[in-house]
């Protein structure tokens, strides 16, 4: 059943309450599965930062596509009549595109780190090779016809994509933080710039989750929520709607590319997968790792559910026993007979 948006007596709530009201449900679904796997991509089940890097260059590509259109549309809507409906937009757009919130740069150096690579070209074969996988096409394409017919939508993209990071991304930023040292690369690659004090600088290839200045963000998060308050108002019933539905969507594809990346880590047959967690295997299409977790507790790894037999062996299974019984009871009917119980 798709979450409902929010009908007229609830136009009360702020925009921020209406998103965060429609999609509580399945932003809670997409926290327990993020807590669940976030351990597999560490100490001790791995022992690279592969798994890691796997699913950065997935989420990237979401923050590139969506920061990259945003001037570009802003470009484009401000070359409108000043009376055009759709300079009111420009106008909302450029009032909450704060300096300091922007991730793209941030992450095409936290994956220069990871990959260990010096030049833009070589990262963006990296990234090319990551986006040739269908769920991910699918979402970007989305996200290009989105923008492009409904530019408001772009609000739907800052406040779901940036809050991720001071809410959820804070407790994912601890568990990264808390591995060894020795699991991330030692040095920085690129040339991006930390003006965090040195006392809280993070581990190279971790700067995604951090931002610049004493507060680490808090300052530029208390801003954009009091500019989006401001501009909010401008929005039409209609483009709030557009707005919440978008939000809605970004989880529902954010959803399938966790579950898609949980497909690239399996095998498709009995033979092990060697991907940097430890070993695992696959049966049936399912992990031999599995993770339980709620949103409270840390997750815990257990086995392999077992598999049902199939129905050739259960038959064997039955037969077998029925042959054995048989068996056993001419033995003991032969024993009664030999001291003298029957005659036969």
Do not use: C
């Amino acid at each position: 059943m798709s979450d409902p948006l929010p009908n007229i007596s609830e136009r009360m709530k702020t925009l921020p309450e209406e998103i965060n009201a429609a999609t509580r449900q399945i932003h809670s679904h997409l926290n327990r599965l993020i807590i669940a796997r976030i351990p597999l991509a560490l100490p001790p089940y791995a022992k690279t930062t592969q798994i890691y890097t796997k699913g950065l260059l997935q989420f990237a590509h979401v923050y590139i596509s969506f920061e990259h259109l945003w001037p570009h549309i802003s470009e484009v809507l401000s070359q409108k009549e000043p009376d055009h409906a759709d300079v009111k937009i420009q106008n909302i757009l450029q009032h909450i595109r704060l300096p300091g919130l922007q991730r793209s740069a941030r992450l095409r150096a936290d994956l220069r780190t990871l990959l260990k690579v010096n030049d833009d070209a070589t990262l963006d074969l990296h990234l090319s090779a990551a986006a040739n996988n269908r769920r991910l096409n699918e979402f970007l394409r989305h996200i290009q016809q989105v923008v492009k017919s409904n530019p408001h939508v772009l609000v739907a993209y800052a406040w779901v994509m940036y809050m991720a990071i001071f809410s959820g991304g804070r407790w994912i930023r601890a568990q990264l933080q808390a591995a060894s040292p020795e699991f991330w690369p030692q040095n920085q690659f690129g040339s991006l710039k930390s003006a965090l004090p040195s006392d809280i600088n993070p581990h190279p290839g971790l700067t995604f989750f951090h931002f610049d200045g004493i507060h680490d963000g808090e300052d530029i998060k208390a801003e954009f929520k009091q500019r989006l308050a401001e501009v909010e108002v401008l929005l039409t019933p209609q483009e709030k709607d557009d707005v919440v539905a978008e939000a809605l969507n970004i989880f529902r594809h954010i959803i399938l590319l966790v579950e898609g990346l949980d497909g690239q880590l399996i095998s498709t047959n009995e033979q092990s997968l060697d991907t940097g967690l430890v070993t695992v295997s696959a049966v049936d299409n399912k992990p031999a790792v599995t993770v339980l977790a709620t949103s409270t507790t840390p997750p815990k790894v257990i086995g392999l559910e077992p598999q049902s037999p199939s129905p050739i062996s259960k038959l064997w299974a039955t037969f077998s026993y029925t042959k054995f019984a048989v068996l056993y009871t001419f033995i003991l009917l032969f024993i009664l007979n030999r001291i003298g119980f029957f005659i036969l």
